[in-house]
């Protein structure tokens, strides 16, 4: 290595080591001194913007936790008033309650309303006053609100809270429901729920004044409510009616409710001594129809169970001239309530196509399914098809061979000469005509009498001990349960004490008495009339013999034909099957329902008047029905087609009524015939001429809802018994209202909650990802401090012995 003097490379060296050292020492000092690694961009560029970013995640995610916690103080505070809410509502309810008695009067049920009232106006002074930063929260206005709760755009909750002010809680539908007083009817309700959408068919039920709950407008409120938590629709049912001002005088001796007869009463005027009163209420546990006395002189009669009120008799005596029972008579309405404020959506088929009786002027034959009502009356020579239920009594003809079971009602007579084929049950004592040999077993009952010469079969297990004599002095004793070996012929009769099945092959003698519950093992014929004692069902291949009687409730297994001079009058409606054919001459009662053309009969009395055939009640046709000359449309009926009739004044001229107009009075359509070419309705006391045919129709639609309307707290009212009821439907409304509110903020609050708890530990674990990225290592950055200041010693001892390694050179030149 040379020597040199300009330039030291040592001393350079050392320079260049010593002052990296102190640069290293600078930082490393800062880095101790601030408790930071990264202090310049320089330091870590990548790491800074990491950690700058985490430093805004971290900020933004704290102040979402406040913005939680605002809400969930938002949500508090509406819940908390919305408690003191409910708890008004709540005392409402009990109010209306309270006033839903009727030993309340106008003046404390005024009272009870005063109290609602200013129960009332605090309940909207809560909704108003109610507010967070100046935020009204329950009247309405704060909806959709968002809650931001993360450190980036569009993380949020959102709140809203409903309008609780009276006017905006305890909606209600109301409606009433009426049938027009459609005695007869059968009528089907469908209703559409308001909750699912879903269409719910309710039974049928057949409306009737038969003094029946069964057959009441209650029975169809029952029904309502029975699928209520489906539909939510309820309904009560209003069977009342109010008399006019009762003077003094006697009812008639022939004044009855409900068919139970009250007879005459003596009444003074007003009925101020209840006499009138008390002899209704006498007869209610029979008529379930009770009696209440009105200030104005008048009584109300109210059905207790929802059963029509029939009223009949005369009462012009107390009423007024020309005032009979039936001005009392009701079938009643329904009153319908619906939780919310959407539409009632209810149809229903009534069926009852006659609008009074109707005699047919030819055979009719159904074509289909058909229900004849009771009080018609049907003519000999009918035959009546397999299936058919009979109404009433039948006498028939000899039906043979029978194509399917029969049943038969208790009191049914199956005259001698009647089969009972095999496996028939017994319902009554049955007489053999002939020997009969058993092809199966057979169950004999007690009471049953084997005739002598009868054969108990081998194999027959012996119930009762008996014994038989050959006629040659031996006596054979049969032991009760032991089992036969071979044929026994009886040599006496054997009367059974014990049920006791007979093996196949035994013979049983004309003369046997077969008792209740026998089951056969072979056709039995019958020596006398069997008067059943009970229900029985006849097997397939049964006869029975001309002049047996069916009673009503018997189902038909094969045609049968009514004995010629005999006629059925029905004491119950009847289904007739397709097929069966009515005589001409038979009576359809109002009610029925047929299936096919009806050929109406003469309607002339004899003394030129037109009673026949006169509607007491509304009437629809099917298209294709066809009215004769001598029938008279009677005012209100609208017409489905232009009709040209004779003028009943000038006979030369006539008149024309176009399709779709009412009439506004009665038209005879003297000489002309209409045929219908749609459905056409005639208004009750319209008269259908000799000869008409008549396609009856199921009178179908859409129910007409009278009086619907839409109700909330605010139009609560109790100064009715009836309205009171109202207004307990509206305040549980009402409160479902505030609970659903409620349960919205409880969720939202959960919600916010589980958003605060889910922040802080993410703020926590960016907080310290921050830490581990811009904070210094104190223990390592103090080594490395420790390593910079020995270096920096040792850099200064490198750079002065390199500066004195040039002396050397000096000693050279001496």
Avoid at 16 to 29: E, F, G, I, P
Wanted: proline share 0%; charged share 15%.
């Amino acid at each position: 290595m040379s020597l040199s003097i300009n330039t030291n490379t040592a001393a350079l060296i050392a320079h260049r080591s010593m002052v990296s050292t102190d640069k290293n020492m600078t930082t490393s000092l800062t880095r101790l001194s601030t408790g930071l690694r990264i202090n310049s961009a320089a330091d870590d560029a990548s790491g800074l913007t990491i950690a700058n970013s985490l430093a805004a995640q971290a900020a933004g995610i704290g102040q979402g936790i406040q913005n939680a916690n605002d809400g969930v103080s938002i949500v508090q505070t509406a819940d908390g008033a919305l408690k003191e809410s409910v708890s008004i509502v709540n005392t409402i309810k009990t109010k209306a309650t309270q006033a839903a008695s009727d030993s309340q009067t106008t003046t404390t049920r005024t009272a009870i309303q005063e109290d609602i009232d200013k129960l009332l106006e605090e309940l909207d002074s809560i909704a108003t006053s109610t507010s967070y930063n100046g935020m009204q929260l329950l009247n309405g206005t704060y909806t959709n609100k968002v809650i931001h709760t993360g450190a980036s755009a569009n993380e949020s909750s959102s709140i809203s809270i409903g309008n609780t002010e009276s006017d905006s809680i305890g909606h209600i539908s109301t409606a009433t429901l009426a049938l027009d007083d459609q005695e007869g009817s059968t009528v089907e309700l469908t209703i559409t729920s308001a909750i699912t959408g879903e269409d719910i068919h309710l039974e049928p039920i057949t409306i009737e004044a038969n003094n029946e709950e069964a057959n009441g407008l209650g029975a169809l409120a029952d029904k309502i409510n029975a699928v209520t938590s489906s539909t939510g629709v309820s309904a009560v049912a209003v069977v009342e009616s109010t008399s006019e001002y009762i003077t003094e005088g006697s009812t008639g001796s022939n004044f009855a409710i409900n068919g139970v007869t009250i007879g005459a009463i003596d009444v003074k005027n007003g009925d101020s001594d209840s006499s009138l009163v008390t002899a209704i209420n006498d007869q209610t546990s029979e008529t379930g129809v009770s009696a209440a006395w009105n200030e104005e002189g008048t009584i109300t009669l109210t059905s207790n169970d929802g059963r029509a009120i029939s009223v009949t008799g005369d009462l012009n005596d107390v009423f007024g001239e020309g005032v009979e029972g039936e001005a009392l008579s009701t079938v009643g309405y329904i009153t319908l309530t619906q939780e919310g404020s959407s539409q009632f959506n209810i149809t229903a088929t009534t069926s009852g196509g006659t609008g009074d009786k109707i005699t047919l002027g030819d055979d009719f034959t159904a074509t289909g399914e058909s229900t004849i009502a009771k009080e018609s009356i049907i003519q000999s020579g009918s035959v009546l098809a397999a299936g058919s239920v009979l109404g009433g009594e039948a006498t028939v003809k000899e039906i043979k061979d029978t194509t399917g079971d029969f049943k038969l009602e208790a009191g049914t007579t199956l005259v001698s000469g009647s089969v009972l084929a095999k496996g028939t049950v017994i319902a009554g004592e049955v007489t053999t005509s002939a020997k009969t040999t058993l092809t199966d077993d057979m169950t004999v009952s007690v009471g049953t009498t084997l005739e002598s010469g009868s054969t108990l079969a081998k194999g027959t297990v012996v119930t009762q001990t008996f014994s038989t004599d050959d006629g040659a002095g031996t006596v054979t004793t049969y032991e009760a349960g032991s089992t036969l070996t071979a044929d026994v012929n009886l040599t006496s009769d054997l009367t059974i004490t014990k049920e006791m099945t007979l093996a196949e092959d035994s013979i049983l003698t004309s003369g046997s008495v077969l008792t209740a519950g026998t089951k056969l093992g072979a056709d039995v014929g019958t020596s006398g009339n069997a008067v059943l004692s009970g229900d029985m069902t006849l097997e397939t291949g049964s006869t029975i013999a001309s002049g047996s009687t069916l009673t009503a409730g018997s189902v038909l297994g094969n045609d049968t034909t009514i004995k010629t001079g005999t006629t059925l009058t029905v004491t119950e409606d009847m289904e007739i099957a397709a097929g069966s054919e009515i005589a001409s001459g038979s009576t359809i009662a109002k009610g029925s329902h047929l299936s096919g053309a009806v050929t109406v009969g003469t309607i002339d009395d004899g003394d030129d008047t037109t009673t026949g055939n006169v509607l007491s009640e509304d009437m629809t046709l099917e298209a294709g029905s066809t009215l004769t000359s001598t029938t008279t449309l009677k005012a209100g009926t609208t017409l489905v087609q232009a009709i040209t009739v004779t003028d009943p004044v000038d006979s030369d001229k006539e008149i024309t009524y176009t399709a779709g107009s009412t009439l506004t009075n009665d038209v005879k359509l003297t000489g002309t015939e209409v045929t219908l070419s749609e459905d056409m309705t005639l208004e009750k006391g319209s008269t259908i001429g000799s000869g008409s045919e008549l396609q009856i129709a199921t009178q179908s639609g859409d129910v007409s809802l009278a009086d619907q309307k839409g109700m909330t707290l605010a139009d609560i009212s109790v100064m009715t018994q009836e309205d009171a009821e109202i207004a307990i439907a509206i305040a549980d409304a009402a409160l479902a209202d505030l609970d659903a509110i409620r349960s919205g903020l409880g969720s939202a609050q959960n919600q916010l909650t589980s958003t605060i708890s889910n922040l802080s530990v993410t703020k926590t674990n960016v907080t310290a990802s921050e830490s581990t990225i811009r904070d210094v290592d104190f223990a390592e950055e103090t080594a490395n401090y420790a390593k910079l200041s020995l270096l920096a010693q040792t850099s200064s001892y490198a750079l002065s012995q390199a500066n004195a390694s040039s002396s050397n050179i000096t000693s050279l030149l001496r």
